[in-house]
């Protein structure tokens, strides 16, 4: 898949057979500095959510770009083998091919912003965005603690149109309707 300029992708991915791929807290932080670099000259994360057995990323591509799935390949290749190493094991964490959606429409793109980061509610991991601190939405709230400066704060606060942080809010509490995230996931997934 080539990656266009100034489109909006949902990236996602998850452990193979919907096993584990975030075991310790060091984890969640290392990935996180593995997407830094993988989209640091290319792109702007929008959104995030690292959950125990999979992950979403929505990134706003900056230049035409064929090398983004290489990259995004050795991102998660990398990570497998530095956490096989500290572990003792062996074998790919994640499914074979990372899914990459272009999403083309701003209101299907501001719904699966808001859907990524409900991703740990909806599963029933927290019953509040403050208690997930694998996710921008923290970021956006001005409590990231991880010290890593990923997410382009301003770009999806204009892109959305979002007033101020409090707008962000906000939109960000509201539930997003079952038709829509069927659009974003698909509902019979077990891994949600």
């Known amino acids: 898949m080539k990656f266009f300029r100034d489109h909006i992708y949902h990236i996602y991915n998850r452990g193979n057979d919907g096993s584990k791929i975030f075991f310790v807290p060091d984890n969640y932080n290392f990935f996180l500095k593995k997407v830094s670099m993988c989209f640091k000259n290319n792109s702007h994360v929008l959104s995030f959510c690292l959950m125990p057995n999979h992950f979403h990323l929505l990134i706003l591509v900056l230049s035409e770009e064929k090398k983004i799935p290489r990259r995004i390949g050795t991102m998660l290749s990398s990570y497998t083998q530095a956490v096989n190493k500290k572990n003792g094991k062996t074998g790919s964490l994640f499914q074979q ?37 694998y996710s921008s939405w923290l970021d956006f709230m ?51």
């Open 142 to 192: 001005n409590l990231n603690s991880s010290g890593i400066d990923l997410v382009a704060k301003y770009v999806a606060m204009q892109l959305f149109s979002f007033s101020d942080y409090d707008d962000f809010f906000e939109k960000s509490i509201q539930t997003i309707d079952k038709a829509k995230i069927a659009k974003i996931w698909n509902p019979t997934r077990s891994d949600q």
């Open 97 to 133: 091919n990372t899914k990459s959606k272009c999403i083309e429409n701003i209101e299907y793109a501001e719904t699966c912003f808001h859907y990524i980061h409900q991703n740990p509610l909806r599963a029933g991991l927290v019953t509040s965005y403050y208690d997930w601190p």
